[in-house]
């Protein structure tokens, strides 16, 4: 496990964004899509990777997508929740 093999895409085409070591799918972060909002709906990340951060890029990288979209989010993952209710996240919740 070399942190610099770890990397997040945003694959939008499915609706989450996952990370990789290597090609080895170690965590997503799922939403759904309805109407002028997305809800993220489940976040995951193999406890072998656990204390390094990734499900918050997971978070950030569905928030960097929304935004960039002009899309509001709807937290139903009590991680997503817990990740957006930092203030600077307050103008992306529905």
Request: charged share 25%.
């Amino acid at each position: 496990m070399n942190e610099e093999n770890i990397h997040i895409e945003f694959e939008g085409q499915s609706n989450r964004a996952v990370a990789y070591d290597n090609d080895k799918e170690i965590g997503v972060c799922e939403f759904h899509v309805d109407s002028l909002y997305w809800s993220i709906d489940h976040t995951y990340v193999d406890p072998n990777y656990g204390g390094r951060g990734i499900a918050k890029k997971l978070v950030l990288s569905i928030v960097t997508q929304a935004r960039a979209k002009g899309v509001k989010l709807i937290p139903l993952c009590s991680y997503a929740a817990k990740v957006l209710s930092a203030s600077e996240y307050a103008d992306l919740l529905a």
